[in-house]
């Protein structure tokens, strides 16, 4: 069974990838014209129907305000020396502006003078910079947390043992969507965090790993994953098990998982509404808008009980914009 989902994936993927490519052969050795408005992608990786997602609500913007986009990524969500090329190589090519998700918050990038520099427009999505020197679009990932963190503790009856799998938390929106699921627990008297472990940054947990936490920590009642993806690889190994798990970004295997009550609650990031609302702030500060630095975009709480509506009212709100 879970190969046969893996191999769904895959072909989702390729399917994707070959929509995304079309009429754009060598994004990397795209040639600005002047009478066209660039703005340069950086995501942190292309292999994940997450990422593929913001591409398309990016792609879908850039056609409505008449915008050239270029998109990179790196291999892996670990690459930050390739990432911050890909942004040196955008530079030089004299886009209009950036956007990037950045691997590593805490890492300063040379390339943030040489922006300031040609004064080019830039921003961060999905993920922020530590010292807050660009824009951010975005959920905010603290209360994320810790709303997931109040819906556990509910089903679990306000007592036992719970557990956090998280992305690498160089990068802020993991490191916040922790943070605040600690925070909430720490009003819970009956209710302990035993563990975190991180470094799942769109990657998912190896089957010894999930064995070998349990086996050290046998009372876990709950699970918090900061991504889809690692949430998902806990479904297929906790499956004959009571865990409840929560967890972050909407992706359809997730949203299924919602529905069949394999995940309890998803914090619904959507990558096409960061992906089109990035392109939108660029277009509004191309206008000469003022903006707030930090521009959040709602991340609904999905259970069983509300999951159906949400499908529904996300798939009509994409074809209006």
Request: net charge negative; charged share 30%.
């Amino acid at each position: 069974m879970k190969q046969q989902r893996r191999w769904k994936q895959i072909s989702l993927i390729l399917l994707v990838t070959a929509i995304l490519c079309c009429g754009c052969s060598d994004q990397s050795s795209y040639q600005k014209t002047k009478d066209r408005y660039v703005v340069g992608v950086v995501t942190k990786s292309n292999t994940s129907e997450y990422w593929m997602s913001v591409n398309s609500g990016m792609e879908a913007a850039a056609a409505k305000y008449n915008m050239d986009v270029i998109m990179l990524a790196p291999d892996s969500e670990l690459d930050r020396e390739v990432q911050e090329k890909q942004v040196e190589k955008l530079i030089n090519q004299n886009v209009d502006a950036l956007a990037v998700a950045p691997i590593d918050s805490y890492y300063i990038p040379d390339y943030l003078e040489k922006i300031e520099k040609k004064k080019i427009t830039a921003v961060c999505f999905d993920n922020g910079m530590g010292a807050g020197e660009l824009p951010y679009i975005g959920i905010d990932n603290h209360k994320t947390g810790y709303q997931l963190a109040q819906e556990l503790a509910e089903q679990l009856d306000h007592k036992g043992q719970v557990g956090i799998v998280a992305g690498d938390l160089k990068q802020k929106g993991h490191r916040e969507r922790v943070e605040g699921f600690e925070e909430y627990m720490k009003s819970e008297p009956e209710m302990t965090v035993k563990f975190v472990e991180s470094g799942y940054a769109n990657l998912q947990m190896s089957e010894q790993k999930v064995r070998d936490l349990m086996g050290q920590y046998p009372q876990i009642r709950g699970i918090m994953a900061t991504s889809a993806v690692t949430a998902m690889g806990l479904v297929d190994e906790l499956k004959d098990t009571d865990i409840k798990i929560v967890a972050v970004d909407e992706q359809e295997d997730s949203l299924k998982a919602v529905e069949n009550g394999q995940i309890l609650a998803l914090a619904a990031q959507s990558g096409y509404e960061i992906g089109y609302e990035t392109i939108h702030y660029i277009q509004n500060l191309r206008n000469g808008k003022h903006l707030k630095k930090k521009y959040y975009l709602n991340a609904e709480i999905l259970t069983q009980d509300n999951v159906k509506e949400y499908r529904k009212k996300d798939e009509s709100q994409k074809y209006k914009k």
